[in-house]
Structure formats: structure tokens, C-alpha cells
């Protein structure tokens, strides 16, 4: 059992997982017989989750979703998220999961095998997803975080607020990867995120300070000093990672 420093709360697993049960309740019943099931994911499925720095990913699956049932969840929409959270949630009709293993795949591996099943039935545990699939959108996520880590560079080099802003989001985005790397190479129980951060690192050959910091971004009450060679480190160490990625299985 673990114990948020920001917030006091403490966070065994089963007392987040209610807490996002009696947020969707709303939502759950609204949809009615159209509902299939509730997921939990992200950093919100880690023992030593924060809900006052970070988002709760939530995902609901239901039978179908027209404009009808959208209209019907926005009027159930609760406030904000579990526990006082920011949340972050993905609408998806049952028959587009069923057919989103190519395009959507990193999202899957990451509620398939480090999400929580909250509330319905578990739509995802004989869903696969292929590797390959998995390996491509990693390679694509990390293509897209390189470009915006250069073009916010260029443009922010001389503003150290801008600087840590990018690199916060930056980091939460490289943590995704890393952890649906933790997939791609074979692994299915989850690792939480600092941990699996590191493994990426040592896979890919770099040092993992600068991802490590920049995880801590939204936790830690203020910035780090030397914010430019950070990002710049955290660039670097990201290219590298993306290389290792886009040669992964080449022979």
C-alpha cells in the first residue's frame, strides 16, 4: 500500500478502483443495456498515483455510440474525475475495439496489460494485439515527440518556463512508450512507470536521468536548474530509444 506525499490519500489498489466505480456510475447508467465495460489505465493504475498532478485515463467501452448516446453521456457527465483528478476519457463503440489493434494498439497493450477492469465485463482479455502493431505505434509516437521536442526547442530555447512545460508532457508521453515497450519485448505483468522508464533506457543504451526528471515534473514543486541541457539530454536519450525501436526485429 502506498501513500500519495501530495495528497495524503492512501492508494491501495482497491480503494482507487472504487473511487473510479462511483465516478462512472453516472455514465454506466445512462448508457444502460448499451454499457459493455469500464477500464482504468495510465499512471491512475500505479499504487503511487497522485489525482492532484496527474490525469485519471478512463476508458468506457459501450455496445454503440451515436450522436444520440453521446448526447445522453454528456448530459451524465459527472465533474471532475475520481478522487479530484483531471479525467481523460475514451469513448469507443465495441465493435471499433475489436477492429483498433492495428491503429490503436499501444493504447490497448496499455489497458490490456496494465489497466484495471472497473465495472462490465472484460472485452479486452482475448483481444490480440499483435506485436508488430504495438512496435509501430511506439515508433510512431516517439517519431511525432522528437519533431515537437525540436520545434519547441527552437522556438523556446532562451524561456525555461516553456522549456519545462514541453518537458513534462513530454515525459508523460515517453513513459507510454516505455511501458507498451515493456509489452513489445514479452512482458505481460506491468511495471510501474519510473521502472519501466529505466528498462527502456538500459534497452536502448542510454543513460535515463533526463526521462526519469522529467516524469517527476509533475510531482516535484519546482523545476530543475539547468533546464535547457535537460531537454536536451532527454532529446538526445529519445532518438536513440526511437533508432532502437525502429530496428527492433530486423535481422
Given amino acids: 500500500m502506498a501513500k500519495s506525499e501530495t495528497t495524503g490519500l492512501e492508494l491501495e489498489p482497491g480503494r482507487v478502483a472504487g473511487e473510479v466505480e462511483r465516478w462512472a456510475r453516472p455514465l454506466v447508467d445512462a448508457l444502460g443495456d448499451g454499457f459493455v465495460a469500464v477500464y482504468l489505465y495510465g499512471s491512475a493504475a500505479d499504487t503511487d498515483w497522485d489525482p492532484s498532478k496527474s490525469e485519471a485515463n478512463i476508458l468506457l467501452v459501450a455496445e454503440a455510440l451515436p450522436s444520440s448516446a453521446l448526447q445522453t453521456l454528456a448530459a451524465a457527465r459527472p465533474g471532475r474525475g475520481p478522487m479530484g483528478s483531471e479525467a481523460s476519457i475514451v469513448l469507443m463503440p465495441i465493435d471499433q475495439l475489436t477492429r483498433a489493434t492495428d491503429t490503436f494498439a499501444l493504447e490497448l497493450a496499455e489497458v490490456k496489460y496494465h489497466g484495471q477492469l472497473v465495472l462490465g465485463r472484460d472485452v479486452l482479455a482475448g483481444l490480440e494485439i499483435p506485436d508488430d502493431s504495438i512496435r509501430r505505434h511506439i515508433e510512431r509516437e516517439l517519431r511525432l515527440l522528437v519533431v515537437r521536442l525540436r520545434r519547441a526547442y527552437l ?20 513513459a507510454v512508450c516505455a511501458r507498451g515497450l515493456h509489452f513489445l519485448l514479452g512482458a505481460r505483468s506491468p511495471l510501474p512507470t519510473e521502472s519501466a522508464l529505466n528498462a527502456a533506457a538500459d534497452w536502448a543504451g542510454v543513460e535515463p536521468r533526463a526521462w526519469i526528471e522529467a516524469w517527476r515534473l509533475h510531482t516535484e514543486a519546482s523545476p ?21 525501436v525502429d530496428t527492433h526485429g530486423e535481422s
Avoid: I, T
Avoid at 512545460?165 to 508523460?172: P, Q, T
Fill in 224 to 244: 530543475p536548474l539547468a533546464a535547457a541541457d535537460l531537454y536536451l539530454d532527454f532529446l538526445d536519450a529519445a532518438m536513440q530509444l526511437l533508432r532502437r
Fill in 155 to 174: 522556438y523556446g530555447a532562451g524561456d525555461k518556463q516553456a522549456l519545462v512545460a514541453v518537458l513534462a508532457e513530454a515525459g508523460s508521453e515517453l
